[in-house]
């Protein structure tokens, strides 16, 4: 059997990076994990191509070549999603649908033309779907029932399918699932609320076998959150730390967590250990009442600044997720995010407006309370999905002035600077010594002149180069790559909020009939037993 493996591509995001891709002249920020995951399980005598639709389209070659076509996605993938299952059946090919977007809204791949739906942990539904196969069914839904995956029965991943040069990271997973249940988010839906975990050792494998593909740059631990199941990864970090200083840190590390890792200093020292220098943190807003709300106790438990303070003392970088939006939200809160990512000296956040995603306890809140906005024109932009409960145009203006205000370049070098003269050391190896390619040689070049001599902030930029040069020299590289991580947030930010403000200008008085219903919409208490139930499952 020969399968064709199709990665679609994301809409243009915060996350998608396009500016800094081709700045290191990549063609793709992240690997396509999911599929090369699911390349491992399937039967190993077939034969694999990979497309990653972000780096090429499918050529007439490939559709040719292919017995079967698979595609995952996301659901900012939703759209290529289904051009290209609709491409598929259009050629007479089998097609096969799985990944979290179909897992959530199975309705639209089926719709579009897919014949097989592969739901939930591939782990536990490709067998499943191979045994349809074996019987010669040609359609079909094979679902896990809830049952989770064991992790630690899951293959290395078929990273010899990649060309890894093409990629600025490549990523391994760790663990699923998270402890929390903040009301918006899609991860304990999908994954559970008890994570689940690799062998340490599985990990090592999938790290020495990068290696072996001569991999030297960043690996994301790609998991939900990392220290959801905290004595695990607290066991794996050890493991991973000893493999480092045994190869002199070939790798560098970076990973998504919850802010209470500010919490454990020896958390925090095990993964600086570990070469784990960058952090993806959901802050959401500053604003205690609304993180309440959402069942985020997890960031309201202490001073949300301390604990970003002791996280640059640890030696990471925060990136950091802000919503604005949310019910009850006041007067003013696009400024008090910008408020506080200035003083927090938060150099890279994506700011974005609540989307009710797929089967979240928010989204079934909202829809019971008959809140949700199913005609909204789609767009890249995206505006909320449903009735807000302040007025959507003061929404619109806030995050509007919001992003501005946050990649406003003198805003930004002068948190960048703060942050990087705050950071604590940052374990690197010894005796390995970095070659400089052509392109990053290039893309420091190009840097220099928009930062440095184009741009009015030119002299902030040169009096904080040579400041933490310095005083913190180990924080220079870190200077330097964040201003090239800028020139995607800076372009992407303005396309986002003149995009935005278009889209709700083309609204026009349907925007009252869409968002703002003749009857007030009934908003339901919520009770001491809900919050209760919403309590983290506490893995130690």
């Given at each position: 059997?020969?399968?064709?493996?199709?990665?679609?591509?994301?809409?243009?995001?915060?996350?998608?990076?396009?500016?800094?891709?081709?700045?290191?002249?990549?063609?793709?920020?992240?690997?396509?994990?999911?599929?090369?995951?699911?390349?491992?399980?399937?039967?190993?005598?077939?034969?694999?191509?990979?497309?990653?639709?972000?780096?090429?389209?499918?050529?007439?070659?490939?559709?040719?070549?292919?017995?079967?076509?698979?595609?995952?996605?996301?659901?900012?993938?939703?759209?290529?999603?289904?051009?290209?299952?609709?491409?598929?059946?259009?050629?007479?090919?089998?097609?096969?649908?799985?990944?979290?977007?179909?897992?959530?809204?199975?309705?639209?791949?089926?719709?579009?033309?897919?014949?097989?739906?592969?739901?939930?942990?591939?782990?536990?539904?490709?067998?499943?779907?191979?045994?349809?196969?074996?019987?010669?069914?040609?359609?079909?839904?094979?679902?896990?029932?809830?049952?989770?995956?064991?992790?630690?029965?899951?293959?290395?991943?078929?990273?010899?399918?990649?060309?890894?040069?093409?990629?600025?990271?490549?990523?391994?997973?760790?663990?699923?699932?998270?402890?929390?249940?903040?009301?918006?988010?899609?991860?304990?839906?999908?994954?559970?609320?008890?994570?689940?975990?690799?062998?340490?050792?599985?990990?090592?494998?999938?790290?020495?076998?990068?290696?072996?593909?001569?991999?030297?740059?960043?690996?994301?631990?790609?998991?939900?959150?990392?220290?959801?199941?905290?004595?695990?990864?607290?066991?794996?970090?050890?493991?991973?730390?000893?493999?480092?200083?045994?190869?002199?840190?070939?790798?560098?590390?970076?990973?998504?967590?919850?802010?209470?890792?500010?919490?454990?200093?020896?958390?925090?020292?095990?993964?600086?250990?570990?070469?784990?220098?960058?952090?993806?943190?959901?802050?959401?807003?500053?604003?205690?009442?609304?993180?309440?709300?959402?069942?985020?106790?997890?960031?309201?438990?202490?001073?949300?600044?301390?604990?970003?303070?002791?996280?640059?003392?640890?030696?990471?970088?925060?990136?950091?997720?802000?919503?604005?939006?949310?019910?009850?939200?006041?007067?003013?809160?696009?400024?008090?995010?910008?408020?506080?990512?200035?003083?927090?000296?938060?150099?890279?956040?994506?700011?974005?407006?609540?989307?009710?995603?797929?089967?979240?306890?928010?989204?079934?809140?909202?829809?019971?309370?008959?809140?949700?906005?199913?005609?909204?024109?789609?767009?890249?932009?995206?505006?909320?999905?449903?009735?807000?409960?302040?007025?959507?145009?003061?929404?619109?203006?806030?995050?509007?002035?919001?992003?501005?205000?946050?990649?406003?370049?003198?805003?930004?070098?002068?948190?960048?600077?703060?942050?990087?003269?705050?950071?604590?050391?940052?374990?690197?190896?010894?005796?390995?010594?970095?070659?400089?390619?052509?392109?990053?040689?290039?893309?420091?070049?190009?840097?220099?002149?928009?930062?440095?001599?184009?741009?009015?902030?030119?002299?902030?930029?040169?009096?904080?180069?040579?400041?933490?040069?310095?005083?913190?020299?180990?924080?220079?590289?870190?200077?330097?790559?964040?201003?090239?991580?800028f020139e995607h947030y800076y372009s992407y930010s303005l396309s986002l909020r003149n995009g935005l403000l278009k889209e709700f200008e083309q609204l026009g008085e349907n925007r009252f009939d869409i968002y703002y219903p003749t009857k007030e919409p009934e908003v339901k208490a919520k009770t001491n037993t809900t919050v209760a139930v919403n309590e983290p499952i506490l893995v130690d």
């Amino acid at each position: 059997m020969r399968a064709l493996l199709v990665w679609p591509k994301f809409a243009p995001s915060f996350f998608s990076l396009d500016g800094v891709k081709n700045l290191m002249g990549k063609q793709a920020i992240y690997s396509p994990l999911g599929l090369v995951t699911i390349a491992a399980i399937l039967p190993q005598e077939w034969s694999f191509k990979i497309v990653d639709c972000s780096i090429r389209p499918i050529s007439e070659s490939d559709w040719d070549w292919a017995d079967i076509v698979m595609v995952s996605g996301m659901i900012t993938q939703r759209k290529n999603q289904g051009e290209i299952i609709r491409e598929a059946k259009t050629r007479g090919k089998s097609v096969v649908v799985g990944g979290p977007f179909a897992t959530s809204v199975p309705n639209e791949p089926k719709e579009a033309g897919a014949d097989f739906l592969v739901l939930d942990e591939g782990e536990l539904t490709i067998p499943l779907f191979l045994d349809a196969l074996e019987r010669g069914e040609t359609s079909g839904v094979f679902m896990a029932d809830g049952e989770k995956a064991d992790m630690t029965q899951s293959p290395i991943p078929r990273f010899d399918l990649l060309n890894l040069n093409e990629y600025l990271e490549l990523g391994v997973q760790f663990s699923r699932g998270c402890p929390f249940l903040c009301e918006f988010c899609d991860i304990p839906v999908l994954f559970g609320r008890k994570p689940r975990t690799k062998d340490p050792k599985q990990v090592i494998a999938e790290l020495e076998l990068l290696i072996d593909l001569g991999w030297r740059s960043t690996v994301m631990l790609a998991d939900d959150n990392f220290i959801g199941h905290k004595k695990n990864a607290l066991i794996a970090l050890e493991v991973i730390r000893e493999w480092q200083i045994a190869n002199d840190y070939p790798l560098r590390l970076s990973t998504e967590a919850t802010i209470n890792m500010a919490d454990d200093p020896r958390l925090m020292k095990l993964m600086n250990e570990s070469g784990i220098s960058v952090v993806f943190i959901g802050i959401e807003t500053p604003d205690m009442d609304s993180l309440e709300n959402i069942k985020k106790k997890q960031n309201i438990r202490l001073p949300l600044l301390d604990r970003v303070e002791k996280i640059y003392g640890h030696g990471f970088r925060i990136i950091s997720g802000l919503i604005l939006g949310f019910d009850g939200e006041q007067p003013g809160a696009g400024k008090r995010i910008f408020e506080f990512v200035d003083e927090a000296a938060i150099p890279i956040v994506m700011v974005n407006m609540l989307y009710a995603l797929p089967n979240t306890p928010l989204t079934n809140r909202l829809e019971s309370e008959g809140r949700m906005v199913l005609d909204r024109p789609s767009s890249s932009a995206q505006l909320s999905n449903f009735i807000l409960t302040r007025p959507f145009e003061e929404v619109i203006e806030e995050y509007a002035d919001c992003l501005l205000m946050l990649y406003d370049p003198k805003n930004f070098i002068s948190r960048l600077r703060r942050h990087c003269l705050k950071m604590g050391p940052i374990t690197r190896g010894k005796k390995r010594k970095k070659t400089k390619g052509l392109f990053e040689i290039k893309a420091a070049a190009v840097l220099f002149w928009r930062h440095g001599i184009k741009r009015t902030t030119r002299w902030m930029f040169w009096s904080a180069f040579f400041e933490i040069l310095w005083k913190n020299p180990r924080a220079f590289r870190r200077y330097i790559s964040c201003c090239g991580i800028f020139e995607h947030y800076y372009s992407y930010s303005l396309s986002l909020r003149n995009g935005l403000l278009k889209e709700f200008e083309q609204l026009g008085e349907n925007r009252f009939d869409i968002y703002y219903p003749t009857k007030e919409p009934e908003v339901k208490a919520k009770t001491n037993t809900t919050v209760a139930v919403n309590e983290p499952i506490l893995v130690d």
